[in-house]
């Protein structure tokens, strides 16, 4: 499961629990950009003051941390809990989405499921066929395919968005394959402060670079037309990635390797993949890349040398 499959399942969404976020303890085995920060949100243990409710959900974003999730869940039942243990990791069922349950406040989804059938996904395993939901305030999308709803949900989303406090980000991830033109153009119309698309799959390449020139035609910037590109998948090499994560860059989007980690998947990305992650996920690093190549045209074409 990637970080942003994950993502895209909202972060710990509440299985059949429908409860108040003012009576249920929220434990995470990790701290993500999306975890809650209230005063009911834990990462680990419990903690040596006593908390004002009784009823804990531990909620396990990552395969990889259920073994730590079960730890937890012991533990907190030991402090006299009552504990539930829960979320995407274990494959539990998406219903409606509460706001700031278990994601953090400003994060929303407007529906559940998938059309596609990507053979590294869990969404349409654990969520099923699209649907939407009602559509609740928030300025953080993390639907895992919003372009294919109805447009009607669509415009609906945008209306809500254009009300909210906040920039609109569409962290969750767009389908390029069926971005056009009016959704770049209201896009620009708005208060936009990221987008992001998915560059899973090499055969997907022509529809990416086709919704990065929408993009950009329409009026936004580089820094906001973000681009998540899938690396160390069966198969890939490093020098096959770089060149996906290049081509982003250089047709106009700003890419951000995604290092593919299985559901059983353990440990840290060899050193190589490390590497290449950490330098194609910092805006600054990337755009130094794009920087030193301008440059060095700059000294060829002064020098008529090779350098």
């Known amino acids: 499961m990637t970080k942003r ?3 895209r399942t909202g972060g ?3 299985d059949k629990l429908h409860v108040s976020q003012a009576s249920l303890i929220r434990v995470f085995p990790r701290r993500t950009p999306l975890t809650p920060d209230d005063d009911l949100a834990f990462v680990g243990g419990p903690p040596l003051f006593p908390v004002p409710a009784r009823r804990a959900h531990v ?3 990552f395969t990889w941390d259920r073994r730590e999730a079960g730890r937890l869940a012991e533990e907190w039942a030991a402090q006299g809990y009552k504990v539930e243990l829960g979320g995407p990791a274990f494959g539990g069922e998406s219903s409606e989405f509460e706001p700031g349950l278990y994601v953090k406040n400003g994060a929303t989804i407007t529906s559940r499921g998938c059309i596609r059938h990507c053979p590294f996904c869990f ?3 654990r969520e099923g066929p699209l649907r939407t939901l009602e559509i609740k305030p928030g300025w953080d999308i993390l639907d895992n395919n919003l372009l294919a709803c109805p447009r ?5 989303v945008l209306a809500m968005l254009n009300e909210q406090p906040r920039a609109a980000r569409f962290t969750g991830g767009i389908d390029a394959r069926l971005c056009r033109p009016w959704f770049a153009a209201r896009l620009a119309a708005m208060r936009l402060d990221i987008l992001y698309m998915a560059y899973d799959m090499p055969e997907t390449w ?9 993009m950009r035609g329409a009026g936004i910037g580089q820094r906001k037309v973000g681009c998540y590109v899938l690396v160390g ?5 490093l020098a096959d990635a770089e060149r996906r994560l290049s081509m982003v860059l250089e047709c106009g989007g700003m890419p951000f390797a995604m290092y593919y980690r299985g559901a059983d998947w ?11 992650v950490r330098s194609w996920s910092r805006p600054a690093a990337i755009f130094a890349k794009e920087i030193n190549d301008a440059q060095r045209d700059d000294l060829l074409n002064l020098s008529g040398k090779k350098l």
């Open 12 to 14: 710990g969404v509440a």
């Open 5 to 7: 499959d994950a993502q």
């Open 152 to 156: 009607k949900h669509v415009e609906a």
């Open 59 to 61: 909620s396990c974003l």
């Open 233 to 237: 998948y069966e198969g890939d090499t």
């Open 206 to 214: 022509s529809a990416v670079e086709r919704t990065i020139g929408l």
């Open 123 to 125: 969404v349409p395993e």
């Open 266 to 276: 353990t440990g840290k990305p060899p050193s190589g993949w490390a590497r290449l």
